[in-house]
């Protein structure tokens, strides 16, 4: 983007943030006490999720309305009130290249919710225009993604309040637009995908963890007695449930697909031994 350009529209989102955010709050005294977020950066993820607010005194419900890709900058965690949810504490942010604050919500460990990393947002950006293989049956709508076919991801994208994601993911499939849920993961320091996995290039059996002979099963979405779990999971995904039971002096563990009405039975080997279609 020219220069010119760029300036003209870093003053016009500076005008709109200055003019949808209440002003002037004093950090110094709203975070008086409070531990210090270090100027941690986020972008929103999930209003909703978070309770965003511009309101100090109203929070949680002052209600909030900022650009995708707004950097926050976290600027202390103030101790838990009386709220609706009295185990939450309240987050402090300054919307980047402002003076204003808005506030919002975390976890019980003071993490602060509604929010993503800002280097992590980074990182998921980088798929954008990518190579990128699905396993284990993602779908969205009436659209899915064919087990283990290369697809482009078109654009990384924030969700809607009611998706429940860190971020969507927007694939080509089949003529097309397939929105992908995408989560961080703190302990793996990777996205994932609810109801399977993806791979950033072609896996090999041995990073799905599979038999070879067990490949061609998987891109079909089939499954068959003597599957491995892994193999299970890459063709259908993660099932509704799991439960457990003892057969005949045999530990048994029985995936529940309600979406395609499947039972799949593992024996002590995590191997199929038996399936139920139809129940």
């Known amino acids: 983007m020219p220069s010119f350009f760029r300036t003209l529209t870093t003053i016009a989102l500076t005008s709109f943030l200055s003019a949808c955010a209440t002003t002037n709050y004093d950090k110094s005294e709203v975070c008086s006490g409070a531990p210090s977020g270090k100027g941690k950066q986020y972008v929103i993820t999930d209003a909703g999720d978070g309770y965003l607010s511009r309101s100090k005194d109203n929070w949680p419900w002052g209600g909030l309305d900022l650009p995708e890709n707004t950097i926050l900058s976290l600027q202390c965690v ?21 003076q204003n604050l808005i506030f919002g919500t975390t976890s019980t460990d003071g993490t602060p919710n509604g929010v993503l990393a800002y280097e992590t947002f980074n ?6 225009g990518n190579s990128i293989w699905f396993t284990g049956s993602v779908r969205h709508g009436v659209s899915e993604a064919k087990n283990l076919e290369r697809y482009t991801v078109k654009r990384i994208t924030q969700p809607t309040i009611m ?5 969507l993911m927007i694939v080509q499939v089949e003529g097309a637009e397939m929105k992908v849920p995408l989560f961080w993961d703190d302990q793996s320091e990777e996205f994932g995908i609810p109801r399977g996995s993806f791979f950033e290039s072609e896996p090999t059996s041995d ?8 490949i061609p099963l998987i891109k079909e979405g089939i499954v068959e007695i003597g599957m ?14 799991i439960n457990y039971s003892q057969f005949r002096n045999r530990k048994v563990e029985q995936w529940v697909y309600r979406d395609t009405r499947t039972l799949v039975y593992f024996d002590d080997s995590k191997t199929v031994f038996h399936i139920q279609r139809g129940y």
């Open 123 to 128: 990182r998921a950006k980088s798929l954008e």
């Open 163 to 167: 998706s429940g994601s860190d971020l």
């Open 78 to 98: 103030i101790p838990s009130r009386p709220t609706s949810q009295p185990e939450q504490r309240r987050a402090v942010y300054e919307i980047e290249g402002t």
């Open 207 to 214: 990073q799905l963890k599979v038999p070879g002979v067990e």
């Open 228 to 241: 491995s779990q892994n193999a299970v999971y890459h063709s259908l995904g993660f099932p509704k449930d």
